[in-house]
């Protein structure tokens, strides 16, 4: 009997552990870059896939901001459905929601224009090895 409830307590332990240790593996894997690194990155890329790499980036970081303006127009059409304006002082709870979803809004545009950028250096990059392949083969 003990021995049944110490074994059925220990896979109850053990199952989340373990998949809790999977899932660090995975996320370690696709770990997101640190501003540090992202700054490092930015100041010294010179290849394609590095230039691919920032693109992912500011692809990530553009749905990311895509997702959160998304849940403040939620939160903005159900505050601006009260009707006591006239009893509320500026800022409004409606006006904090609006300037919220437009700077979110904003720094996704922001984040789409950077990854374009590093999309058309590695594009560029790549055109550039190509220029130099063929130039060595015909010399």
Known sequence: MNRTILTAVLLSLSLPLAGMAQSTQNASATAPLS????HSLIRSANSSAQYKQLASYFHQQETGYRAKAAAEKVELDRRSQVNAALYQKYPRP?????YLYESYLSDANGAALQAQH?????????????QLASDSQAK
Do not use: P
């Open 118 to 130: 590093y999309e058309q250096l590695a594009g560029g990059q790549i055109q550039h090895d190509k």
């Open 94 to 98: 409606v006006d904090s929601a609006r």
């Open 35 to 38: 501003a540090q690194e992202l």
